[in-house]
């Protein structure tokens, strides 16, 4: 019992605490980007103002409109926040260090990151409002459009390791010495990263948002804290599928030339770094790019990146039968 | 009794099976008065069937303020204030018009210093019109970024009419027969008149010079990205036909191919002394209509840097009555304002204040087209397609 206290405590933690850091990643990067003085000089060289606009969130008014299908409404910010937090459980920040090492580690992970879906799709549907419908059911098409590609990543990664832990997949990236983004896995990881960014309703795939168009899409009717708790559940899902992203492709919580002994010890330190270089990338994509549109994020889905994971894997099996 | 197997019945019966459709009903969507891409309190009423938008009706009038009732019971001097927040983005362009209709029945002539003056102010009003619309454009495409650097750079080219007319927005800086002192200037005497204030053309020529640099940067960073341009080219596409038909003027009908401009075809302001390009666009499609401002505020600053070395020097007033009387007579002057072409039609009846004053807004006539041009498109393209007409809803409802 204890030890399952400790693992949900240690979840919630570290969910919180990747939010966190990429909440101020984000800022700080909008406010380099864009020349802000509050994020980048005001209260501490401006690294208070992550927990200036979450206790703005706090102490406003959680508004619930009267004609809003009220339990469905309520509940969907937890629905979307729980699905981001489950994934945390099967990424393994060293061999040891990890809540659930299961055995098809990459398929729970895959099917807990679309759960969070639905309750965006409840969030649009409850509230009532033409705008909030839009988005949910943008973010719908979205997934169903971007699953796809994702999953035919992943394939590859699993076909090359034979395995679907996620520590598995870690331990043979340490036996061949390179991760496999070097080794023949460069398209999986591309496709990976588009898909997750559209996964996680990110620039420039944020049509489920798009606050020039629908306002704050499935979001717009929220407020308060329930409007708190699906913003930190983008980061929470921005920092997990990174986090997954690197233990994939790029070796997780090892780097060639250290000794695998020290694991335990530089192991977190490393898988966070790297998440960190990921969630950097997408912090200068959505500063620095328009939105799409949603047929052309269709057409990219199913024209592009759908083709291009089916080949990847073809190639990467017949790699693994031939040599 | 008809058999379904008989060869002659056949036809019939496979016709009769395709011929059953789902019915759907389309979404009536408001668009307005409260949304973050209508500039102000627009009100589009739109039918949506799924992301397809048909029938769309702007309604407008949600901001009207009367000012053309309330100039009857004005004076002339007291009009300017009123007129100048019309375009509240670009306030010192609605002066002119007003003020050179007022001059023309009073037959006064302006000092070419002064006219000067209001070349560069009002071509300065452009360029901050157009930094505002370049950044709020990709804002309405998704982009978050280029309004930051759109509003700084704009905060320069403020700061310049700021220090000269002692107001950003709404600079009240025409008189009848001139231009008011500036700001900056030390206390006026008939024989040391300080117009503009010390440093004034050092300060402009850098400006501008970081105005045509900002604009280098927004074709590099806005109109190189690939995302951009599959969301602008192609979007919106405008005839120069049907631009011409419904009134179109300004940026918009010089994007769809007209070389249609005010500024060489009017003589308000003395814009035949310099040399400037007027762009011109070929396809009419949002990327052109947003190309077109970007290059125009290149050769706005064109203009300032040049009338900025050929400033005449001499008096800032041309000889006027003390109490302005306007005689009777009617005249109608229109100029070229960021958005389009904006008239004022001035009736006279030897009074104080005009007895009818009738104003012509570029924003009105561009919003008219909007249901032409937003039949069948998808609701991203109509948010891309409003704001490529950049209009300001002072200036479409006054």
Not at chain 1, 235 to 252: D, K, P, V
Not at chain 2, 6 to 30: H, W, Y
Not at chain 2, 69 to 95: C, H, M
């Amino acid at each position: 019992m204890t030890d399952v206290l400790i693992k949900v405590g240690f979840l919630a933690i570290a969910a919180l605490n990747g939010a966190v850091i990429f909440t101020i990643m984000d800022v700080k990067g909008a406010s380099w980007m864009q020349r802000r003085p509050g994020p980048l000089h005001v209260g501490l060289r401006g690294f208070i103002f992550p927990l200036a606009e979450i206790l703005k969130f706090v102490q406003k008014e959680d508004i619930i409109p009267t004609e809003v299908d009220r339990p469905v409404f309520k509940w969907a910010p937890a629905y979307v926040m729980v699905s981001c937090v489950a994934l945390f459980a099967v990424v393994p920040l060293s061999p040891t260090l990890v809540v659930a090492d299961l055995e098809l580690g990459v398929f729970f992970a895959l099917a807990i990151s679309s759960l969070g879906t639905i309750g965006v799709l409840t969030a649009g549907w409850s509230s009532a409002n033409k705008y909030s419908l839009m988005g949910g059911l943008r973010a719908a098409g979205q997934l169903i459009a971007y699953e796809l590609p994702l999953i035919l990543a992943v394939v590859g990664v699993v076909i090359q390791a034979e395995t679907m832990s996620l520590v598995g997949i870690v331990e043979k990236q340490i036996e061949w010495g390179v991760p496999f983004v070097v080794g023949g896995q460069i398209v999986g990881f591309l496709i990976f990263m588009v898909a997750a960014t559209a996964e996680m309703m990110r620039v420039p795939f944020d049509m489920p948002i798009g606050e020039s168009e629908l306002t704050m899409g499935f979001m717009t009717e929220y407020s308060g804290i329930r409007f708190l708790i699906f913003y930190i559940s983008e980061y929470m899902n921005m920092f997990i599928l990174c986090a997954i992203a690197s233990t994939l492709f790029l070796g997780g919580y090892h780097v060639p030339l250290l000794p695998t002994e020290w694991v335990n010890f530089y192991g977190p330190v490393v898988l966070i770094t790297k998440t960190a270089i990921l969630g950097f990338i997408l912090v200068a994509v959505r500063w620095s790019q328009p939105r799409f549109r949603e047929d052309q994020l269709q057409n990219l889905a199913w024209k592009i990146l759908i083709p291009a994971s089916l080949i990847n894997i073809l190639v990467t099996a017949i790699m693994k039968v031939g040599f | 009794m008809i058999n379904a197997l008989d060869p002659q019945n056949m036809n019939n019966f496979s016709e009769a099976s395709v011929s059953v459709e789902i019915e759907t009903e389309d979404m009536t969507l408001n668009i307005g008065p409260q949304h973050p891409s209508t500039h102000g309190v627009l009100r589009l009423v739109a039918k949506v069937d799924g992301e397809k938008v048909h029938d769309v009706k702007p309604v407008l009038g949600y901001m009207h303020r009367g000012y053309e009732k309330l100039a009857e019971v004005r004076t002339y001097p007291q009009i300017t204030t009123l007129v100048n927040r019309i375009d509240w983005v670009a306030g010192f362009s609605n002066e002119i018009p007003f003020i050179a209709g007022a001059e023309r029945l009073m037959e006064i002539e302006v000092p070419e210093r002064a006219k000067h003056i209001r070349l560069i102010l009002t071509e300065m009003a452009r360029i901050s019109s157009h930094f505002v619309f370049n950044g709020a454009y990709a804002l309405e495409v998704g982009a978050l970024t280029p309004i930051f650097y759109a509003m700084e750079d704009r905060e320069r080219v403020l700061d310049l009419i700021e220090s000269v007319t002692g107001g950003r927005f709404h600079p009240n800086f025409n008189r009848i027969g001139g231009v008011k002192p500036a700001a900056g200037a030390g206390p006026t005497s008939k024989k040391n008149i300080q117009d503009l204030p010390a440093g004034f053309y050092r300060d402009t020529k850098v400006a501008m010079e970081k105005v045509i640099e900002a604009a280098d940067q927004f074709q590099n960073l806005i109109g190189g990205n690939e995302v951009f341009k599959k969301r602008t080219k192609n979007v919106g596409v405008l005839t120069a036909e049907t631009a011409e038909a419904y009134g179109v003027s300004g940026p918009i009908l010089r994007a769809s191919g007209v070389k249609s401009d005010l500024r060489t075809q009017t003589d308000y302001l003395p814009y035949d002394q310099f040399d400037y390009d007027i762009p011109v666009g070929e396809n009419g499609d949002c990327y052109d209509r947003w190309d077109v401002r970007v290059k125009e505020m290149v050769e706005s600053a064109k203009i300032v840097l040049q009338a900025i070395d050929s400033m005449p020097s001499g008096p800032l007033q041309a000889k006027v009555p003390k109490v302005i009387k306007v005689p009777k007579g009617r005249t109608y002057v229109r100029a070229e304002n960021p958005k389009g072409e904006m008239g004022y039609y001035i009736i006279s009846d030897g009074g104080l204040g005009p007895y009818r004053l009738k104003v012509r807004t570029a924003s009105f006539s561009n919003v008219s087209i909007l249901p032409i041009m937003l039949e069948g498109a998808l609701l991203p393209d109509l948010i891309a397609i409003m704001g490529s007409l950049d209009f300001v809803l002072g200036d479409v409802d006054r």
